[in-house]
């Protein structure tokens, strides 16, 4: 493991290097309010005098360095820690090049755009962009880049956030928001595979718990030591299903879901901030057919569950009438903690 600070615009200007979110990451979730704060703290450090060496700390991204993400063309970073951050990083440059080119700053426009948004130098296009984001955030950052209106959908924060940013640079601003920019520093902590355990380095830097819920540290737990190709083929077979099974009416119940399912498995209730320790000891996953026996077990039972925060979903007019009436009544199991 390296670590060492760096100006986070140094970072993103490498050429031939793609950052990789990977699908096992939660998803683009950050707030107005957080983008609001960001922005402010960018046009502060930007209106200080050039020859002050003032900068603003931003914090640490973490990402492991892996041959099975690398190609002749491109090295890919895959990041672990601080994904939030740089996505909207990538939000405020694209709004910033898009407002360079309305306003015909040809050489701001062209130097955002080939240091900090594409890889001006691959051919093929999967390696184009510098940011290559999960599924739909990266489609999402496609349409962004190339000015193609982002149906509505409550999936991310993309849109709202990018729109944000547009509102707020102006002709005015925009030379302090670029200067603050390029005064952001950050930790760079780099991992190497088969030497850095990704997964504790992770767990230490999440350790608080303020930032990922019990669910998302199990799905990491769960994806994130394998191969890329199996990462995908899990997810979208099981994981996928489990968080969409479990969510009702935009609300995410899958750390809930799993504190049931533990219980119904051990006969004991985990602390509901224990969630995730507790599956650790209770499911070491040391082989795939282990971890995937585990998973099909927890698809099924998340198909149980789904009735009871969503009786809509049942055909039996009688049990869904009746399961409908319990919900309505709020009957709920009473926890101890």
Known sequence: MKASPIQLNKFLQKQD???VIPIYQRNYDWSEEQCKQLLEDIMEVGRSPKDEAKVHFIG???YVCNDEYTTDEIEQYVIIDGQQRITTITLL???????????????????????YLINKNADDDSYKVKLKATENNERDLHYLLNKIPIPDSAYSNIKNNYNFF?????EEN???IYDGF???LFVEIRLE???DNAQKIFERLNSTGLDLSQADLIRNYILMGLEPSEQTRLYNKYWA???SNTKHEGVSYVSDFIRDYLTIRMGDIPNKNKVYSTFKKEFKLDEINELENMLRSLRTFSEIYKTFINPGCIEDRDIKDEISYIKYIEINVSYPF
């Open 60 to 62: 640490s991204i973490v």
């Open 174 to 176: 925009r030379e302090i």
């Open 241 to 243: 299903i489990i968080e």
């Open 193 to 195: 595979r088969g030497k």
């Open 182 to 184: 390029k005064r952001l």
């Open 93 to 115: 440059l694209i709004a910033l090049y898009h407002q360079a080119e309305e306003l015909e700053d040809n050489k701001l426009a062209e130097t955002i755009y080939e240091y």
């Open 17 to 19: 290097t793609q950052f």
């Open 166 to 170: 547009a509102k707020h640079i102006t």
